[in-house]
């Protein structure tokens, strides 16, 4: 109950702190008004043993018991401002994300900027519960925070509520502030951990060979036996499948198979997310081996070619893939 009563207060506050609605346009710059400023519980203990020193000074009238108080009450109304001011005024900018698999970990670049000649020092960075990334920012310099966060589906994933705070220099009290940076990732999903072979299509070799054994021209892989030679096994698609069976390459002399990856030829029984996470891996597997291969899903048609390129378009559509759409 205490729990509830205190999520729902701190959300309250999270809401008026962040004084526009999400996602705030680029650059956020932390003015007075957005920093907050609270002891820590170091800082409280330290209020109140000045109290206890100011009340026996008093008692016994001690002149010096007097000075060591007034002295480390104003050291305190100095860390106050010290802190206040290592956050005030920063620069906050969305860096970028690079596209992760469903259920890894997604990285979020936060570029902070400080244009102060003072550096900011001991700032710590984080997401909802997350460890912090301690940061410390030069003279006139900005420095990038990687933030990570688990990626659970895929799909575009924005950036939550971001909290930077300080407790710079003597760890008394803590300021901190909220930014909500306009900043996504792109979630591929995840490869399915182990797949059939790949549906090899003879309408581009008409007439050679769909099993030679040549050394000409790449025609797909099957099952490793053990008469197989160790150099035609495909450790890239092997290591890809963790625990999946070694793969052989096969070759012909003629032009090498076209491979199309057919959402239609797919089995009925599987859902979207078991298609999807099938095709994931497929795709993955022609590219470590270096062969063209095409696309086809509802409202998309990807033709066959090879490359990183082909591989970031056929992985962007599964992952925005939405009943039908792209």
Known sequence: MFATLRHRLHESFVRWAVPVRAPEASPIILTQ???YVLPTLAGLSYGTALIVILLGAMNYNLSLGHALVFLLAGLGVVTILHTFRNMALIAISPGRCDPVFAGGVAQFA???????????????????DGDPVEIDIGAQASTIALL????????????????????????LVRAWSYVVPDLNCLVYPAPAAKAPPMPWSGDTSRGS????????????MRDHQPADSP????????????????LTKLFSGAAAQQVW????ELPEAM??????????RWMLDADAAGHAWGLRIPGLRLAPDNGA?????????????????H
């Open 271 to 280: 859902d979207t997310e078991q298609r999807l996470s099938l095709l994931a």
């Open 148 to 171: 990570p966060l688990h990626a659970p589906r895929r799909g575009w994933m924005r950036v939550p509520r971001i909290t930077i705070e300080t407790t710079w220099p003597l760890g």
């Open 110 to 128: 936060l570029v902070l900027e400080n244009q102060r000649a003072d550096a900011r020092t001991s700032l710590r960075v984080f997401i909802g």
């Open 209 to 220: 060979s769909r099993e030679g054994r040549g050394a000409d021209d790449f025609s797909g």
């Open 33 to 35: 008004r957005r920093v």
């Open 231 to 246: 150099r035609h096994v495909a450790w890239k698609a092997v290591a890809r499948q963790h625990d999946g069976p070694l």
């Open 261 to 264: 990856l057919e959402w239609n």
């Open 309 to 325: 390129t082909q591989l970031t378009t056929g992985l962007r559509a599964l992952a925005l893939y939405q009943h039908g759409t």
